[in-house]
C-alpha cells in the first residue's frame, strides 16, 4: 500500500529546526574602531584581528557600565591590539549585527571610529581567543574584511584621511 502523500512531505515541515525558541531579545552596545598608521612609504594600513572563526575584523567590543563609546573603543583597542597609545580621531558611525545565542536573539550595535596608532605600532599583540593580528595595506584590508558594513566604514575612514591629510 502507498503512504498517502501528505506523509512524504511530513519530514519538510515537522520539527525543524531542533534550536529552542527565541525566549528574549537581547541588546548588546558595543564599541570599535578602524585603526590606522602610516607606514614609512606613507602609506595608510589598518589593523584588522582574525577572531576565532577565522574572520578578519575590527578591534571592538562590549560598553561597560559607566563608559563612553568612545572610551570602550579606546579601551578594547589596547585590550585586543596591545596598542594605548592613540588617538580617536571622529565617529565613523554604527553597524548593527544580529545573531542568535541558544534561545535569546542577540541586537548588537556597534559604535565605530577612526583611531591613529601612535608609538610604536609593530608591537601590536593578540588575545589568546584571536587567530591573529596584523597591519593590513589598505586595499589588502579591504578584501580581508570579513563584513561589509566595517568595510563601507573602512572606505569612509580612507576618504576622511585624505580629506584631513591625517
Known sequence: MQQPIADKFKKYFSNRSKKPSI?????????????FRRNKKGEIEILLIQDAKDRWTI?????????????????????????????ILGWLGKIHFRYRRL??????TTQIYLVRAKGDTNAIKK??????????KFADALDAIEYEDIG?????????IRQENL
Not at 23 to 35: F, K, L, Y
Not at 103 to 108: A, G, R, T
Not at 152 to 160: D, F, I, Q, S, V
Open 103 to 108: 534561545d535569546k536573539l542577540v541586537l548588537m
Open 59 to 87: 578591534p571592538k567590543g562590549h560598553i561597560e557600565e559607566g563608559e563612553t563609546a568612545q572610551v570602550t573603543a579606546k579601551r578594547e583597542i589596547g585590550e585586543e591590539a596591545g596598542l594605548e597609545n592613540v588617538d
Open 152 to 160: 563601507k566604514l573602512m572606505l569612509l575612514a580612507m576618504k576622511r
Open 127 to 136: 588575545e589568546e581567543w584571536m587567530n591573529g593580528i596584523k597591519w593590513f
Open 23 to 35: 525566549q528574549e531579545i537581547v541588546r548588546e552596545p558595543t564599541a570599535g574602531g578602524i585603526v
